[in-house]
Structures are given as C-alpha cells and as structure tokens.
C-alpha cells in the first residue's frame, strides 16, 4: 500500500484466519517495530489479545507470547498461554498485574487505553509488568489526525469517539502529548510516539463525506503541525533499569 495515497476503502484483515481488530497495517507496523527492539525468543505479553491475531503473528516470529483478554472463548489461538482478565474488574487486572510483575521483555496494549477509565494508573500497571530496560507498546486512535481535527471543527468531537462509537467502548480519547506525559509520569524512558495505520495525506475511498474532507483539508494542510496523518498512534517505552 502507497503511504502517500489510499484509494478504496478499508476491509476487514486476517491473518491465518484470525480477525485483525485494529486499521490496515497495524500489526504490520508494530512486528517491525518490536523486530527493531528485541530479538526472538523473548517474553510478549499481548494485553487485550482479542482473537489472537497479533499474537500469532509475534508468535510465528519466534516470540514467547502470553495473551490475556476477557473473553476466553473468542481467543482462537492455542499454542500462546492465555489468561482471562475481566478488564471491567479492578480487582482482576489488580491482581493479574502484582503477580507479574516485572516479568515480560515486552508489554503491548494495542487499542486498549481508549477503553480504560483511568488512563494513568492503566499505564502504570503497563509498566509495572514490564521487566527492567523492557518495552512498553501503546497504540490508540490518533485524535490530531488531519481528519479528526476536521472533525472536531465542524462537530466538537474527535474522529472515532462519536456516540456511535461507544457502542464498542471508545470512551477515552488521548492524544500523542498526554500519551507522553503518563508515560513520563509512570517512569518510562526513551519515550517515542510517531503515527501509525493507514491515514495518508491523500485518503480517497469514493464520492463521499470522507473524501469531501480530505480536500477541504488539504490547503490547510501545510499550516498543520503534529502528527496529522496516521489514523492511529504508536508508542513505544523504556522501564528504567
């Protein structure tokens, strides 16, 4: 896919048959990322595996991965340690986080903080699983993204986080500078937040509204400045030695 231009519109991945609950060229992006950092063989922890998707994929690259998700029955992988975690339990993930601690060479919350209430203790716990000098991955909607600027101008909401959208728990939107401030905050070091998914300067997919946007943002555009491409957000993290 040209990152430059997307004509078409978004379907639905897969990857060996299990659904890919996140944008185009997600999983793609964080197995590079996490190939850049860390060699095969060590420890994934998956926090919010769904179906496994991501999980299978970090697995055939020669991860360990361990997945945790609320819904055992949905999670479709069976050579990956699976624990059931009730996120709307306090008291579960409270527990599943003290007794693994500082346990995995990675920790990866994948489309998961826009869910969470509290953001800023949901990082901590992020870190506190993670080993000392281990990596912290976050993804999440991106919120300054060219479109959900255009957005928020026209309907004082943020792309992906309408009434509609909370029918499948998008209740916390976060933007790349409070991202890095919790993550500051929870002690994380070598601290990076670049855009992630398929949201290009040139985002065409028919004669409809979207597109409509991307033209009327497109004299505006060079005045941006942040991350406004991209239709989510990564980061990545160091726990302190």
Same mark, same amino acid.
């Given at each position: ?30 197995? +590079? ?40 029955? +949905? ?167």
């Amino acid at each position: 896919m040209n990152k430059y231009i997307f004509i078409g519109r978004k379907k639905i991945e897969h990857y060996n048959g299990l659904t890919i609950k996140a944008d185009l060229g997600l999983h793609d992006q964080i197995t +590079n990322r996490l190939q850049m950092e860390l060699p095969p063989g060590s420890i994934i922890l998956d926090f919010g595996a769904g179906e496994g998707a991501l999980t299978a994929r970090l697995n055939d690259c020669g991860y360990k991965m361990v997945a945790v998700d609320k819904d055992e029955g +949905n999670f479709k992988l069976t050579d990956a340690d699976f624990y059931r975690v009730d996120f709307d339990c306090d008291q579960e993930i409270s527990d599943f986080v003290n007794s693994h601690k500082s346990l995995y060479d990675a920790v990866l919350s994948v489309e998961v903080i826009e869910h969470v209430k509290d953001q800023w203790r949901y990082v901590q716990q992020l870190m506190i699983m993670a080993k000392p000098g281990g990596l912290v991955l976050i993804t999440t909607p991106n919120v300054t993204s060219w479109l959900s600027r255009l957005m928020f101008f026209f309907t004082g909401r943020f792309h992906q986080f309408a009434d509609s959208d909370l029918k499948y728990g998008h209740i916390s939107p976060i933007c790349p500078w409070d991202l890095s401030l919790i993550l500051s905050e929870a002690g994380a070091k070598e601290i990076h937040i670049t855009s992630a998914g398929t949201l290009p300067p040139i985002y065409f997919s028919g004669f409809n509204k979207i597109s409509l946007m991307n033209l009327l943002m497109l004299p505006l555009r060079p005045l941006m400045v942040g991350l406004i491409d991209g239709w989510c957000v990564m980061a990545t993290a160091r726990k302190p030695i």
